[in-house]
């Protein structure tokens, strides 16, 4: 097949109208039972690489149409559809981890997923380092001999500093380990892992892929290599996300590209408008020159996305809470990557240990939405205004 830009792929990937009467859009398939004519073509269809349906928790054409855009976008050979970025990442993880095995972790790591590997992994016997996410290549002097998977996020999706993935990858091969990346921030359109040395990707499909904070949804793509221990491992756990979040995410997929550059465009617009405020200590956008990871962002990656951080300069609690509860366009909630602007407070001093977070500010998540971006900062600019120093 000719090879397509993202545009292109974005637009064309998983479709298969002639299939369907000619319907632009895969239809959603419910389906649990799936029926064959034959003794042989049920035998057949046990086969782990069967290519056709076999059972509704397996996947369906729906699940299927999604696997197959997201991996070509990506660069991955498959994918593999979960219920969440979460399911998606503790699978990618349990797929090489065993009992007396040992994991090494960005410090910036995702919370949920550091819960998943103090709590969970270690219950069975594995354990994990966290490690400071500028590590580079001398990440090779935490590797043991029993290491056997390196858990990357770059940029940390609460203080967004960016990894040398291609340093810590060719470290890790080096010792036998696999890497696997969470590429949710900047999607397969920004960075792509394959060229940089990973082995497994993994996004929440909650994002940009579906772009419209209505679903829950993860996907793993993999080397081909890779695929076969990522999908026995996604069966074996049962894992299945819901058709109707599947169609939902294949229908926002087709118009990440524009929205993916509408929220670049806006965070930054916004985060060197925040540079220039008197409340405001300092702003981590990895797009922003000056910023600590700027020059590796610019090395690896194509584009950045809405999500930034900024920290605001020492003020009390109350006040700071005013500001926050004063703003109209943003909301305050978990979660990114929707139509709609966003801001959460954070507090990072409990969840780090490789790297400790001593900034004196508070420190804020910004998510820039589809908004304008004037009456975005306007509306940051008169939150701004309650805020009083310590």
């Known amino acids: 097949m000719r090879t397509r830009k993202p545009d292109s792929l974005l637009v064309t990937t ?10 632009v859009n ?25 290519p056709g ?34 399911a998606a990442i503790t699978t990618a993880l349990m797929t090489y981890l065993a009992a007396g095995d040992h994991l090494l972790v960005t410090d910036a790591v995702y919370g949920p997923v550091r819960r998943f590997c103090v709590e969970t992994l270690a219950r069975f016997g594995v354990e994990t380092t ?40 060719a470290a890790a091969h080096a010792a036998g380990a696999k890497v696997v990346c969470d590429n949710t921030w900047a999607t397969p359109l920004f960075f792509k892992p394959y060229d940089h040395g990973v082995d497994v990707a993994v996004y929440a499909a909650t994002k940009y892929i579906s772009g419209h904070s209505d ?12 695929y076969p221990a990522i999908r026995a491992c996604v069966t074996n756990l049962g894992h299945a996300a819901a058709p109707d979040d599947i169609y939902l995410a ?44 700027h020059a590796l962002w610019k090395r690896d990656f194509t584009g950045s996305s809405g999500l930034f951080g900024v920290v605001l300069k020492p003020c009390a609690k109350p006040s700071h809470d005013g500001f926050l509860e004063a703003l109209e366009l943003f909301g305050m909630g978990a979660s990114w990557g929707g139509y709609e602007s966003l801001i959460l407070p954070t507090s990072l001093a409990a969840t780090r240990s490789a790297v400790p977070w001593d900034e004196p500010g508070r420190l804020v998540r910004i998510h820039a939405g589809l908004e304008d971006p004037a009456d975005l900062a ?13």
Not at 67 to 76: F, K, P
């Open 14 to 23: 998983g479709r298969k109208p002639e299939e369907n009467f000619g319907i």
């Open 26 to 50: 895969p239809p959603v398939y419910h389906a649990s039972t799936i029926l064959f004519p034959s003794v042989a073509a049920f035998e057949a269809a046990r086969h782990p690489d069967y």
């Open 53 to 86: 349906l076999r059972y509704g928790r397996v996947g369906t054409p729906t699940t299927f149409a999604l696997e197959e855009a997201v991996a070509a976008l990506d660069g991955g050979d498959r994918a593999a559809i979960l219920s969440s970025g979460l």
């Open 130 to 169: 966290f490690y400071d996410p500028r590590v580079g290549a001398d990440i090779a002097g935490l590797i043991r001999p029993n290491t056997r998977a390196v858990h990357v996020e770059s940029p940390g999706s609460f203080t967004f500093e960016v990894q040398d993935v291609p340093a810590i990858a």
């Open 215 to 226: 679903t829950m949804l993860g996907v793993i793509t993999a080397s081909a290599a890779e």
């Open 250 to 293: 294949l229908r926002g997929l087709r118009t990440m590209g524009v929205r993916l550059r509408r929220h670049q465009e806006t965070a930054i617009t916004l985060a060197r408008w925040l540079q220039g405020r008197p409340e405001v200590s300092r702003v981590i956008h990895p797009a922003l020159e000056g910023d600590a990871g």
């Open 378 to 390: 306007a509306d940051l600019e008169q939150g701004l205004a309650r805020l009083e120093p310590e």
